[in-house]
């Protein structure tokens, strides 16, 4: 039944950019960290430190998100289109053994693909070494405490050695631009430290005038001349004095120790040099505590934007490292932790992107290694659009825009692509990109060929509309997604049998099954993923298409192909969804990618009411697949079971993903889990884990993909209890404040910038509602 309720416009905190913080999010240890991957994440979405609080030695990694070694290529080998008749009737003929030899042979990049000099890698930018010297006897500190304060972005070190009790200030300034690291003592003329900067290789260090001085260039696996950077670093004290030691400086006796880093790269800034001394100096003459409080603002503007309480409990006072050891059997002696949680991965997207920039790689903006895993680039066959998927939801919109410039740089090599090995119109790319563009298959067939990266990278550019509704944003992106429809409307295949059009040759993301005779393949005609990304895209492309008044017969002739696509979901014969277009057996059943339920999420093909039956198929695949895998593939299955409306399943997802681990192998098996400083872990560290449990939390709390805004769609029982959240989004551009008792919403509002009329789901009933109106940010 249909029902108006006028909400009364009462201004209840709804006008305020911001939401005031109801309570810290804090990270903290009671000893430094000793290992990396303990160490607190700082980050301006540019330039990164993780300090690792040492007493005697401390290091802190630098990074900045432009550090890339390679360069641009043309890999792409412009004579493969002639085996494409051939690869597809190999596949047609049930040969895709045979198919996938000449995959192989003729149809993967030219070169080493991701294993090349050119190809390139995200690297570590150096080490800030600080040496400690304190006066008296005693060797081991008291009350030391080690945190990272997430409302503020600051990390503090305190403790007492000596009776003489230290701070140290950690921050990678949002205003300033540069790191910042301020050590105080509350005695006088205590401060006495060296410091030096390093790199593993490609670097040089000098002292300058009281500076210390870190540059070279990367590789670019043409001529050894790639990218360069500088990073000055410029200590500044009060009391004591400061002197050159080799390629350190000493610093002795100071009441207080203000350390300035700058850093810039050559990426897209000829001018890097002076902008690095110009920001260094700006920086110096700069009030300290003026600036941390401008660095503060600029950061709440985007963090204080959504707050989140569902409680706490007597673990929650405990030491991170504890309470991540206590939670899996006992989550309902830390209500906090699930909140904590979701913040950290509000922060870690604030820290790890910025508008102009790049997009967070797979290690987000952090690594401290000079190779990092998987070159810490851009994989497009779940990872980098896992990066993306809160940011929408947790209303942190704008920081999807690094992407959308990611993918237009794509563009015109992915026409070279297309025309190379499809001799197709449009543009594609594979699995894995770079900094650089790179779009060719990968240089294996039994992952590189995978054809839904371009589609799966567009229908992620789409969210950024479908929350907003932002026009400007709708046509700069337009030519990009119908460039990626054109080239799927120019590829696909009818399939004899079936009559259905799709991509060959592909693969389903990663995974293998046995053919027939027995042999295992990977490559296919229309995996399950394809067939529902091209259906996605197609459907964005007609709105988009309709919306802006563009390309009436485009419309015409996708419409006409989304007719003879395959189903959004087939069921196999034992009730699962079919992960290729035959029903085979998958050589791998608890595969971490499940890539054949990409209907369920991100797309909407897939949902609880409108395919009942491929819902439950979902499921089967699921319980199939099981609970564990890299980080990043919990994450996922935590998300599907949001969405299938299955909280309990979903929260024991996240419990799972909250396992402590310390491994650190290349593992693409079961055993994901978390290190102590919340970051997780494929292993290796992998951020994808982090941000795609941070939008399963809001999944859990709020949907908004069939039409209506549901509240609590998939509360489970433990957070049932009491909570509330301030500043969640919704499709359509609403903004939504919820609260709840014993898992029923007891009071909500929902804000949009004109105040229209929106359906809602509040506990089980379908209601109509007008929203309050609010400023657009
Ligand atoms: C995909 C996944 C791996 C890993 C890598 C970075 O290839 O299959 O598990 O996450 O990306």
Request: net charge positive.
């Amino acid at each position: 039944m249909k029902r108006f309720i006028y909400t009364i416009l009462i201004l209840l905190f709804g006008l305020s950019r911001s939401v005031a913080q109801t309570k810290p999010f804090k990270l903290w240890y009671d000893k430094p960290a000793s290992r990396w991957e303990e160490t607190l994440p700082l980050g301006n979405g540019r330039l990164g430190m993780m300090p690792d609080g040492g007493i005697n030695n401390e290091q802190i990694v630098l990074n900045d998100i432009t550090l890339w070694s390679g360069a641009p290529q043309d890999a792409n080998n412009y004579e493969a289109y002639k085996n494409l008749p051939e690869i597809r009737s190999l596949i047609l003929a049930g040969k895709n053994d045979e198919a996938q030899n000449l995959v192989n042979q003729n149809f993967v990049c030219k070169g080493k693909g991701s294993g090349g000099a050119n190809w390139g890698c995200f690297q570590m930018l150096g080490d800030l070494n600080i040496q400690y010297q304190y006066e008296g006897n005693d060797r081991l500190p008291t009350a030391y405490k080690r945190e990272l304060l997430l409302n503020n972005a600051i990390a503090t070190t305190d403790f007492t050695l000596n009776k003489v009790n230290f701070k140290r200030e950690y921050f990678t300034s949002f205003s300033g631009d540069v790191a910042m690291i301020r050590i105080t003592a509350d005695q006088a003329g205590q401060i006495n430290c060296k410091l030096s900067l390093s790199r593993p290789e490609r670097s040089i260090s000098e002292v300058k005038a009281n500076r210390i001085e870190l540059s070279g260039q990367l590789d670019n696996g043409i001529d050894g001349k790639g990218m360069q950077y500088l990073t000055l670093l410029a200590p500044v004290v009060s009391g004591g004095k400061i002197s050159q030691n080799g390629n350190s400086l000493e610093v002795t006796k100071a009441n207080v120790l203000t350390i300035y880093v700058s850093t810039k790269t050559s990426y897209k800034d000829a001018q890097f040099r002076q902008n690095v001394t110009l920001l260094l100096d700006k920086a110096i003459k700069q009030n300290y505590a003026a600036e941390k409080l401008k660095h503060q603002q600029v950061f709440q503007k985007m963090f204080n934007r959504l707050d989140i309480d569902m409680g706490t409990g007597e673990n929650s006072q405990l030491s991170t490292d504890k309470r991540l050891s206590l939670y899996y059997k006992n989550p309902e002696l830390d209500l906090q932790l699930p909140a904590l949680f979701f913040q950290y991965g509000r922060y870690l997207s604030i820290s790890s992107t910025r508008v102009g920039l790049l997009p967070p790689n797979l290690q987000g903006l952090w690594a401290n290694q000079i190779h990092t895993p998987w070159n810490g680039d851009y994989h497009l066959d779940v990872n980098v659009q896992m990066n993306h998927w809160p940011l929408e939801v947790v209303n942190l919109s704008e920081l999807n825009l690094p992407l959308a410039d990611l993918v237009a740089n794509m563009v015109p090599n992915g026409q070279k692509t297309a025309k190379a090995y499809y001799n197709a119109d449009g543009w594609i790319a594979h699995v894995i990109t770079n900094i650089w563009g790179f779009t060719e298959p990968g240089e294996s067939a039994s992952w590189g060929v995978a054809n839904a990266g371009s589609g799966w990278l567009c229908n992620n550019l789409w969210d950024h509309y479908a929350f907003t509704k932002d026009l400007n944003y709708l046509k700069k992106i337009y030519p990009i997604i119908k460039g990626s429809a054109q080239f799927y409307s120019s590829v696909l295949v009818a399939d004899p049998k079936t009559g259905w059009m799709m991509t060959a040759p592909s693969v389903s993301p990663e995974n293998s099954f046995y053919m027939p005779n027995g042999k295992a393949a990977n490559v296919t005609i229309g995996p399950t993923i394809d067939n529902q990304i091209v259906r996605e895209l197609f459907q964005n492309v007609i709105y988009a298409a309709k919306t802006l008044g563009k390309d009436d017969s485009l419309r015409t002739s996708l419409q006409q192909k989304l007719n003879k696509l395959p189903p959004a979901g087939r069921i196999s014969k034992d009730g699962r969804i079919m992960e290729w277009v035959e029903d085979y057996k998958e050589t791998d059943p608890q595969h971490r990618h499940i890539s054949h339920l990409y209907g369920v999420y991100p797309a909407s093909l897939i949902t609880v009411d409108g395919t009942p039956d491929l819902a439950e198929a979902s499921k089967k695949t699921l319980n199939v697949r099981g609970d564990d895998g890299p980080s990043w593939s919990i994450a996922y299955k935590l998300l599907f079971w949001a969405r299938l409306r299955d909280g309990n399943r979903a929260f024991k997802l996240f419990r799972e993903l909250l396992k402590p681990t310390q491994r650190t192998d290349i593992n693409y098996g079961a055993g994901g889990g978390v290190y102590d400083n919340l970051l997780s872990a494929g292993p290796p560290f992998q951020i994808d884990g982090n941000f795609g449990a941070t939008a399963g939390i809001a999944e859990m709390l709020i949907q908004s993909h069939e039409g209506y805004i549901s509240l609590l769609p998939a509360i489970p029982d433990a957070w049932k209890k009491y909570g509330n959240v301030k500043g969640l989004k919704a499709r359509g551009n609403y903004t939504v404040n919820l609260n709840w008792k014993n898992g029923l919403v007891t009071n909500y509002q929902i804000f949009s910038p004109t105040g229209s009329h929106v359906k809602v789901k509040v506990n089980g009933k379908l209601i109509n509602v007008v929203s309050l109106k609010k400023q657009a940010k």
